[in-house]
């Protein structure tokens, strides 16, 4: 029997990357479709797959990844891409929908969100359901299965109830805390959708998906700090604040950009709790049954704590990045485009250098004034930037897309040379690429290069305003990088973690 032959959109976001290596583990053959195939590159499972690149709002390009398909996953969203986010997650389900019954796909699968019957829905919610209502229109049959908050290591949902609750010991809160939640470990979430590529042509239907206990937000935060060690958290409940200043609050607390924070906290104040269990008939529980939160919350930790964690949130770009060519691109558009260059040599071999310059940022640090790299990203946090505390997937390696603090890589080659491409909030367009160049008679090049493309007359002021302190901040961070390069050649320590911002 061949093998059933399934696409997954969305495959470098924070579930579609987890569900490849799944599919491919129960025998699909998998097509993942993206829009940089870098990206998809990157994750170790590139190579048992077939990469189509593929704009999800351009039809000819989206047909062509659904050519021969079996069963689709749209895994696809726009959230916290701005106010229109919902139309266009709708012009998106519709053109794949279209698509999908033109190439005779025999099933789709979604995952969406629960829609409490008889309740106001948030903006979030409520674009997740018209999406699933569209997919079930298409003509092809296919399987929305709406699920509540999912926990999982590098999900937004559980870093959001991470920091919360490890951070603040004592909190004012909204209401919303007093929200009925199931929550649903990621395991079971993956389970789930594995199995839906087998469901019987005539199932055309909604599935409410949740882990086996009903919580609320409150109830998560105890039971989490219980399982954290934590001591007991004090919550103070204020019925005045409005999902607007929460998904604030919760921006400048955890990772989580106020831009992603709220839709999010907006989603809480409706009841996720599943309302059927049909799905079961279908796929049964495994002997020895769902994971509840606590067991959940114990499998994220342990990912954390073992730098095992595949994808998170960030996995994809941000809303609202840059994405215009490189300054190496022979097209680049022109104009003003200033650099800040700078050459050492390192008395440390190529190996030792690299392995500090791939070891950059998060808990790590930049290796220059550590005051300066803070308040950088307080402030951009402050004005909806992702700030530092986003910090890295892993303290050991990069890949192509990983973010990395307020930057993202866009191009390493895993020896000697990293580019990261600027995600705060800027006047312009901005790159920092780091070099390990060639040896001889004992020491290494170093060369720093950081580019800024300035838009309109607000860039060149930023530009010329922030050019007084590169010899501090990229003249030391360069000093620092190669002194722990040679400390690391000797044996000796070989990075120091500076402080985060708050």
């Known amino acids: 029997m061949p093998a059933t032959r399934s696409l997954v959109t969305g495959a470098i976001g924070y579930v579609g990357g987890r569900l490849v290596p799944q599919l491919v583990d129960a025998g699909h053959a998998v097509r993942v479709m993206v829009r940089d195939e870098r990206k998809a590159r990157a994750h170790d499972w590139a190579d048992d797959v077939e990469i189509a690149k593929a704009d999800a709002t351009d039809a000819d390009q989206v047909a062509a990844a659904l050519d021969g398909i079996d069963v689709a996953y749209f895994l696809l969203h726009s959230i916290g ?3 229109d986010f919902a139309e266009t997650e709708r012009g998106i389900a519709e053109t794949f929908a279209a698509a999908a019954r033109t190439a005779g796909v025999r099933r789709i699968v979604y995952l969406g969100g629960m829609s409490p019957e008889g309740e106001e829905l948030s903006e979030h919610l409520r674009s997740r359901e018209e999406v699933g209502e569209i997919l079930l229109r298409s003509g092809v049959p296919t399987a929305v299965l709406q699920a509540g908050v999912i926990i999982g290591s590098g999900s937004a949902s ?13 909190m004012v809160t909204p209401k919303w805390v007093h929200t009925r939640i199931q929550p649903i470990a990621i395991r079971d979430v993956l389970r789930y959708l594995v199995a839906c ?13 949740g882990g086996p206990d009903v919580l609320t937000y409150f109830d998560m935060m105890q039971r989490y700090a219980a399982v954290a060690g934590l001591p007991k958290r004090r919550v103070l409940p204020v019925p005045v604040l409005s999902p607007g200043l929460s998904s604030h609050w919760v921006g400048l607390i955890t990772p989580v950009p106020a831009s992603l924070a709220r839709p999010l906290v907006e989603s809480l104040r409706n009841t996720v709790v599943a309302a059927e269990t049909d799905l079961k008939t279908y796929v049964p529980d495994p002997p020895e049954g769902l994971i509840g939160f606590d067991r959940s919350v114990q499998l994220a930790l342990t990912k954390i704590q073992d730098l095992d964690v595949p994808t998170r949130w960030s996995s994809a770009s941000t809303a609202g990045a840059p994405a215009e060519g490189l300054p190496t691109d022979p097209d680049w558009a022109g104009g003003s485009l200033y650099t800040d260059e700078r050459t050492r040599e390192v008395h440390a071999s190529p190996e030792h250098l690299w392995t500090i310059i791939e070891g950059i940022g998060g808990r790590n640090g930049w290796y220059s004034w550590a005051l300066a790299w803070w308040v950088r990203g307080l402030l951009d946090r402050v004005v909806g930037g992702p700030g530092l505390r986003r910090g890295r997937r892993n303290d050991r390696d990069l890949v192509v897309g990983d973010a990395l603090d307020f930057w993202r890589v866009e191009e390493t080659d895993d020896r000697t040379f990293l580019r990261l491409r600027a995600e705060m909030k800027l006047p312009g367009l901005a790159w920092l690429e780091l070099q390990v160049g060639s040896t001889e008679g004992g020491t290494t090049t170093f060369h720093h290069r950081a580019l800024f493309h300035p838009k309109g007359l607000l860039g060149h002021l930023y530009w010329w305003s922030i050019c007084p302190f590169h010899g501090i901040i990229f003249g030391s961070m360069q000093k620092n990088i190669a002194k722990a390069a040679e400390a690391l050649e000797q044996g000796g320590v070989a990075r120091q973690a500076e402080p985060r911002d708050s």
Do not use: C
């Open 81 to 83: 891409s701005g106010s």
């Open 158 to 170: 559980f870093e959001m109830l991470r920091y919360l609750t490890e951070r603040l010991p004592v």
């Open 197 to 209: 590529a087998s469901l019987p042509p005539d199932v055309n239907r909604r599935f409410d998906i």
